[in-house]
């Protein structure tokens, strides 16, 4: 009987899943594996929202493979070691799983190969799992990989994607093979109130709606703080439970400007991951250096907390802060501003507010989330490195009548309109009934700070 292992890591799907095609197209029995790793947790992975999304994610792929009459197998341990040990139980000749981007994951393939092949087994990779374009596949003439997005999305934009897989309609699992439950969101501890359901399940349903109700309008409305008007997919397509090809072969299929934007965002997404392949060192040091002293000490420490908390004085930035803290997820304009506010106005290290969001982020990749720090901060691929968003003025732009930072930020509930967002501005304003901050620093001051420390006065 021949036996393969699909190890899943960032790819927890039945549908569009070319790891576990190719081992039920070539074997007669299949363990689907996931290792429960303490060294992905020790590289910063064991987040309470992303371990309770991710427990959703593994109960749901366990239901669904049961329904074809097989199961999830879930081990405890060092990854290598695990996937050898059930290699070992199984006689499994091949092993197939979705290559990754990370360093991290990188360095994981390396190990697993070596140790399998000394077995006599053989690792199998497949590309456009986790990513719709291959990190490799699309370069220019002169580096290993696009720095600057535009020409990026144009190689893109051409590429020929592969035909998406529907999910599979028997597996096999091999008697005896050993296996935990799956692990349950209610064990786990400090879990944002408001966070999203997980699962393959969830996310269908949920990329259904969008296409039937929410992605036309995207183009116009995908910076429209109040009206919520984005796909909320980031978790889902984090953990895999849809796939990046999928989503842009229907989009493509919806048609319209809403689409167009939208699939514009899945190649954004690939572009932080081929920038990340090439460079895996930009997941904790600067991409483009700018020589920066970043700020510390006591003063800048009390506003990075106040900015943790929500409690910087500046409504929209406290806003979106405080999303983050109930949800685990903050609409991408709120990142923008309060990372633009964290690294330009206050001018403290990117790394602060990468790692914060990633202690919350229920959708933290490390690409995304490090490489968007960076362009804010200007170290990463932003072509103009110096631009800062005035959080007033985006505020005003974005959330013209309030309703967004009235939402998250009720103290100031009663205030009226546009003028919510200028609280410092009211005449007679009680601070003490509104229980709300001063601005912990005047903007026009922290700009000139940021200019010095660059360099352009």
Same mark, same amino acid.
């Given at each position: 009987?021949?036996?393969?292992?699909?190890?899943?890591?960032?790819?927890?799907?039945?549908?569009?899943?070319?790891?576990? #095609?190719?081992?039920?197209?070539?074997?007669?029995?299949?363990?689907?594996?996931?290792?429960?790793?303490?060294?992905?947790?020790?590289?910063?992975?064991?987040?309470?929202?992303?371990?309770?999304? *991710?427990?959703?994610?593994?109960?749901?792929?366990?239901?669904?493979?049961?329904?074809?009459?097989?199961?999830?197998?879930?081990?405890?341990?060092?990854?290598?070691?695990?996937?050898?040990?059930?290699?070992?139980?199984?006689?499994?000749?091949?092993?197939?799983?979705?290559?990754?981007?990370?360093?991290?994951?990188?360095?994981?393939?390396? $190990?697993?190969?070596?140790?399998?092949?000394?077995?006599?087994?053989?690792?199998?990779?497949?590309?456009?799992?986790?990513?719709?374009?291959?990190?490799?596949?699309?370069?220019?003439?002169?580096?290993?990989?696009?720095?600057?997005?535009?020409?990026?999305?144009?190689?893109?934009?051409?590429?020929?994607?592969?035909?998406?897989? +529907?999910?599979?309609?028997?597996?096999?699992?091999?008697?005896?093979?050993?296996?935990?439950?799956?692990?349950?969101?209610?064990?786990?501890?400090?879990?944002?109130?408001?966070?999203?359901?997980?699962?393959?399940?969830?996310? #269908?349903?949920?990329?259904?709606?969008?296409?039937?109700?929410?992605?036309?309008?995207? +183009?116009?409305?995908?910076?429209?703080?109040?009206?919520?008007?984005?796909? $909320?997919?980031?978790?889902? *397509?984090?953990?895999?439970?849809?796939?990046?090809?999928?989503?842009?072969?229907?989009?493509?299929?919806?048609?319209?400007?809403?689409?167009?934007?939208?699939? $514009?965002?899945?190649?954004?997404?690939?572009?932080?991951?081929?920038?990340?392949?090439?460079?895996?060192?930009?997941?904790?040091?600067?991409?483009?250096?700018?020589?920066?002293?970043?700020?510390?000490?006591?003063?800048?420490?009390?506003?990075?907390?106040?900015?943790?908390?929500? $409690?910087?004085g500046y409504p929209v930035v406290d806003a979106a802060m405080r999303q983050l803290l109930h949800e685990g997820w903050m609409h991408n304009r +709120?990142?923008?501003?309060?990372?633009?506010?964290?690294?330009?106005?206050?001018?403290? =290290?990117?790394?602060?507010?990468?790692?914060?969001?990633?202690?919350?982020?229920?959708?933290?990749?490390?690409a995304n989330n490090q490489l968007n720090w960076q362009w804010m901060a200007g170290t990463g691929t932003?072509?103009?490195?110096?631009?800062?968003?005035?959080?007033?003025?985006?505020?005003?732009?974005?959330?013209?009548?309030?309703?967004?930072?009235?939402?998250?930020?009720?103290?100031?509930?009663?205030?009226?309109?546009?003028?919510?967002?200028?609280?410092?501005?009211?005449?007679?304003? =009680?601070?003490?009934?509104?229980?709300?901050?001063?601005?912990?620093?005047?903007?026009?001051?922290?700009?000139?700070?940021?200019?010095?420390?660059?360099?352009?006065?």
């Amino acid at each position: 009987m021949n036996v393969s292992v699909v190890l899943f890591t960032s790819d927890l799907r039945l549908h569009d899943q070319p790891a576990l #095609r190719a081992a039920l197209d070539r074997s007669d029995e299949v363990v689907p594996l996931f290792v429960r790793d303490p060294a992905v947790d020790g590289a910063g992975f064991a987040a309470p929202n992303r371990l309770a999304f *991710l427990a959703d994610c593994l109960t749901d792929l366990d239901a669904g493979l049961r329904e074809r009459g097989g199961r999830l197998v879930v081990r405890s341990g060092e990854t290598v070691g695990e996937v050898g040990k059930v290699v070992a139980e199984t006689d499994a000749l091949d092993v197939h799983m979705s290559a990754g981007v990370s360093g991290f994951a990188r360095r994981r393939e390396e $190990r697993l190969r070596t140790a399998l092949e000394s077995s006599g087994t053989r690792l199998h990779l497949h590309d456009t799992v986790i990513t719709a374009v291959a990190p490799g596949a699309v370069t220019p003439a002169s580096s290993d990989h696009f720095a600057v997005f535009t020409p990026y999305f144009r190689r893109w934009s051409e590429q020929h994607l592969r035909d998406g897989l +529907g999910a599979p309609r028997a597996v096999r699992v091999p008697e005896g093979v050993g296996s935990e439950a799956p692990p349950s969101r209610a064990d786990v501890s400090g879990v944002s109130a408001g966070l999203a359901d997980g699962g393959e399940t969830e996310a #269908r349903r949920r990329f259904t709606a969008w296409l039937r109700g929410g992605i036309d309008a995207y +183009g116009d409305r995908h910076d429209d703080l109040p009206g919520d008007a984005t796909s $909320r997919l980031s978790p889902h *397509l984090h953990f895999g439970t849809l796939s990046p090809v999928e989503l842009v072969h229907r989009s493509r299929r919806a048609g319209g400007s809403g689409a167009e934007a939208f699939v $514009r965002q899945l190649a954004w997404r690939d572009f932080h991951h081929q920038v990340l392949a090439a460079r895996p060192a930009a997941s904790s040091a600067d991409y483009r250096t700018r020589h920066d002293h970043w700020r510390s000490g006591p003063g800048a420490e009390e506003e990075i907390e106040a900015w943790k908390a929500g $409690r910087t004085g500046y409504p929209v930035v406290d806003a979106a802060m405080r999303q983050l803290l109930h949800e685990g997820w903050m609409h991408n304009r +709120g990142r923008l501003l309060t990372a633009s506010f964290l690294t330009k106005t206050l001018y403290v =290290d990117w790394r602060v507010g990468a790692r914060h969001f990633l202690d919350l982020l229920v959708d933290g990749d490390i690409a995304n989330n490090q490489l968007n720090w960076q362009w804010m901060a200007g170290t990463g691929t932003d072509t103009r490195p110096n631009r800062v968003l005035n959080p007033v003025a985006q505020a005003k732009r974005y959330d013209p009548d309030g309703a967004y930072v009235r939402r998250w930020v009720p103290e100031l509930a009663g205030l009226d309109g546009g003028a919510v967002h200028e609280p410092w501005k009211l005449q007679g304003l =009680d601070r003490a009934a509104f229980d709300y901050p001063e601005p912990v620093v005047d903007l026009s001051e922290g700009l000139a700070r940021f200019k010095h420390a660059r360099g352009r006065d």
